[in-house]
Each structure stands twice: as structure tokens, then as C-alpha cells.
């Protein structure tokens, strides 16, 4: 079993709908979340964190996470041409070592 | 710039061939990490250390060896080569562990051609 498992898609969606990323984990004392888009030919850039159950938004972005579920997702609202990319999950588990899924490609058709 | 910084960008090389990647990071963070990101995007965890553990990924072959001459610096030393070593590394690190509010900071990647 892999530690973190994403839809992998390729998802598209038009621009201006909600695009819903989806991640499960397996390391069921895993503390720590991450939503990390890497566009093509770059290093991932952390865009969201989450710790605690529930939902976490900042600007167009909205992280939830449910611990008993062992899973994250991560909605993207008003969904943007510049927001296509590769989007990948992570999760630092017990033992302080972070586990990415194999990420989800998103294009915004404009 | 506080960054991770890692050299070469690009490295292309034969088989058989011994290469070094070098990685810093002036972020003040205790753990450093090498990750190996082939053609399909997967991230893998290559290696994880700060100055009192280092932690190998039991499928990582043992040509590769993590090298850190400092808490700032880990280096990632690669031996004979092989085709299937074709991938992009990405040095990165984060704060010490037990800190929730700890993300991993990239290096820039180094693409790695063995031919």
C-alpha cells in the first residue's frame, strides 16, 4: 500500500469552475498536510498547509481534511488558466519523513 | 536569498560514470532530504538527515550515498552510473522535527541524463 494516493486524473475544467483534488493517507498518526503545484520544468511550491480536521481556505484555495477518513482534498475556486499544473499531495508522517502522492495534472480550458 | 539551492542544474553523463550533486540551504532548518522525481512526477524519498539520524528509503540502491559536511549542506554522491538513475533530484529541507508548521522548501531540481 502506498503511503499517499491521489486521484491522478488529468483533470480539466473551465475556467471560472471549481477543480477538487483529492488525497488519502495511510499512516493513520500522520500530522501534518500539504498541497504543494509543481508546473512543468519547476520545483513544487507549498501553496497550502493543514494540521487540524476541518477546512482551511486562503484566497481561491480551500484545504480540508479529515483525520478519521485519513483524507485531504483541496478545492480550487474560480479556477484559472495559470492555475494548470501538476498538483501534488503530501503528508509528513510519524516519522518526520514527507510522502507525496503521484499527483494530479490539472488544465483550466480557458 | 534564504533558499535551498542546489548545483548542477543540469548534468548529463555516461554510465558507468561516479557524479556528485551538491545541495545548501541557508534556512536555519535541521532536516534535509534528496528526492527523486521521475518522468511520471513521482516524488520518491531518497534520504532523509539531520545531525543526529539519517534515514535511507530501504529501495534506494546503495550507489547512492547522502554526504553532509554540515547541517546546512547535504550532498547526494551517485557511482557507477546507471540508465534508470534518469531522473530529476530535488534537494530540500524543512524546521526541526515535531514542528507542525513545517513545510519541505525545494531546491531547483537537477536534471540528471545518464546516457
Known amino acids: 500500500q502506498k503511503e499517499v494516493e491521489q486521484n491522478s486524473g488529468p483533470l480539466s475544467v473551465p475556467e471560472g469552475a471549481i477543480a477538487s483534488l483529492n488525497c488519502t493517507y495511510s499512516d493513520r498518526g500522520s500530522q501534518s498536510f500539504f498541497w504543494y503545484r509543481q508546473y512543468s520544468g519547476k520545483s513544487p511550491e507549498l501553496i497550502m498547509s493543514?494540521?487540524?480536521?476541518g477546512d482551511k481556505e486562503d484566497g481561491r484555495f480551500t484545504a480540508q481534511l479529515n483525520k478519521a477518513s485519513q483524507y485531504v482534498s483541496l478545492l480550487i475556486r474560480d479556477s484559472q488558466p495559470s492555475d494548470s499544473a501538476t498538483y501534488l499531495c503530501?503528508?509528513?508522517?510519524?516519522?518526520?519523513?514527507?510522502?507525496f502522492g503521484t499527483g494530479t495534472s490539472l488544465t483550466v480550458i480557458p | 536569498d534564504t533558499a535551498v539551492s542546489q548545483t548542477p542544474k543540469y548534468l548529463v553523463t555516461q554510465m558507468g560514470n561516479d557524479k556528485s550533486i551538491k545541495c545548501e540551504q541557508n534556512?536555519?532548518?535541521?532536516?534535509m532530504y534528496w528526492y527523486k522525481q521521475d518522468s511520471k512526477k513521482f516524488l520518491k524519498i531518497m534520504f532523509s538527515?539531520?545531525?543526529?539520524?539519517?534515514?535511507i528509503n530501504e529501495t534506494v540502491p546503495n550507489r547512492f550515498s547522502p554526504k553532509s559536511p554540515d547541517k546546512a549542506h547535504l550532498n547526494l554522491h551517485i557511482n557507477s552510473l546507471e540508465l534508470g538513475d534518469s531522473a530529476v533530484y530535488f534537494c530540500?529541507?524543512?524546521?526541526?522535527?515535531?514542528?507542525?508548521?513545517?513545510?519541505?522548501?525545494f531546491g531547483n531540481g537537477t536534471r540528471l541524463t545518464v546516457t
Open positions: 493543514i494540521y487540524s480536521n
Open positions: 503530501a503528508v509528513r508522517n510519524t516519522g518526520n519523513q514527507f510522502y
Open positions: 530540500a529541507s524543512s524546521q526541526i522535527p515535531g514542528q507542525n508548521n513545517s513545510p519541505l522548501h
Open positions: 534556512l536555519g532548518h535541521d532536516t
Open positions: 538527515y539531520n545531525n543526529k539520524e539519517l534515514i
